[in-house]
């Protein structure tokens, strides 16, 4: 079992928050992951923080975004007594105030992360960069209590044979 799975089966009430530097993997294992959660029965909500429109800094706001009749919560809590749901969020990063000026968006999914993480039967998982996480006051009191798994830099070794193989310098 990786790390990851391991995290998910231990999450009881606590966010799992993916964290590396910028091209590190975080968005493709997270798409991995999804695939991997929805073959094992999980109700899958995938959200980019990055495309979240501007004017959502609220739960309501997404409900109203996304053309829900009940809170984004409940429909989930109701799915969760079916079936274990998880939700992934990417990019928490770059709703961080050092990237968005505009972050109403962040304090809507942190409500959101908080409201499910004390939910059964629903595991949230999101990605952000390393350096947003240890320096967005916000970011940090979500990733502190939370499940971190650090990613490091991809080695270069490896990329460097192959280009250099295909006569690339």
């Known amino acids: 079992m990786s790390e990851l799975e391991t995290a998910i089966a231990g ?5 799992i928050a993916l ?19 929805a073959a094992k029965g999980y109700v899958l909500l995938a959200i980019k923080a990055d495309m979240l429109p501007r004017h959502v800094g609220s739960i309501d706001d997404l409900d109203r975004e996304w ?3 009940e809170t984004l919560p409940v429909v989930l809590e109701r799915l969760a007594a079916e079936s274990p ?3 992934l969020i990417d990019q928490l990063d770059a709703l961080a105030t050092l990237m968005d000026a505009h972050s109403e968006r962040l ?3 942190l409500s959101l992360i908080n409201r499910l993480s004390l939910t059964p039967r629903i595991v949230v998982i999101v ?16 990733i502190q209590p939370a499940k971190p798994i650090t990613l490091a830099d991809l080695p ?3 990329p460097e044979k192959l280009l250099l193989a295909r006569g690339f310098h």
């Open 85 to 87: 749901v998880a939700v």
């Open 127 to 142: 990605s952000c960069r390393s350096f947003d996480a240890e320096h967005d006051m916000r970011l940090r009191s979500l």
């Open 67 to 69: 053309g829900l009749m």
């Open 107 to 109: 304090s809507a999914l």
């Open 156 to 158: 270069w070794d490896g």
């Open 11 to 15: 999450a009881d009430g606590k966010a």
């Open 19 to 37: 964290l590396g530097p910028a091209g590190s993997g975080k968005s493709a294992i997270l798409a991995r992951l999804g695939a991997g959660l």
